[in-house]
């Protein structure tokens, strides 16, 4: 059986749950398709930011391995509002 180090598992987990959270972000509030990939990227960012504000600050509320869960959700969320919001999806388009 092939083992993957701690790293490495944590980047996969950390990878799929920044996708669910930016595949739900986008099914939640629509948008044009090529939007869904700002979304991920904008999660992926998020998460990837708030996982290394978790670590730095030694946050350890709901930590999963090496994740930083709190932290790391906190970050993805907010890039994918601020994604939304620099979109300009709330304005209605003629």
Do not use: C
């Not at 180090?5 to 099914?27: D, E, R, T």
């Not at 998020?46 to 790391?72: T, Y």
């Amino acid at each position: 059986m092939i083992t993957i180090p701690g790293a490495a598992s944590a980047l996969v987990l950390g990878f799929l749950l920044a996708s669910i959270y930016g595949a739900a972000f986008h099914l939640v509030f629509g948008g044009p398709a090529k939007h869904i990939l700002l979304y991920l990227g904008a999660a992926w960012l998020g998460f990837f930011i708030g996982q290394f504000v978790g670590d730095f600050m030694n946050f350890e509320l709901l930590k999963l391995g090496k994740i930083h869960l709190v932290s790391a959700s906190l970050g993805a969320w907010a890039l994918l509002g601020a994604a939304h919001w620099l979109t300009g999806q709330d304005a209605v388009r003629h």
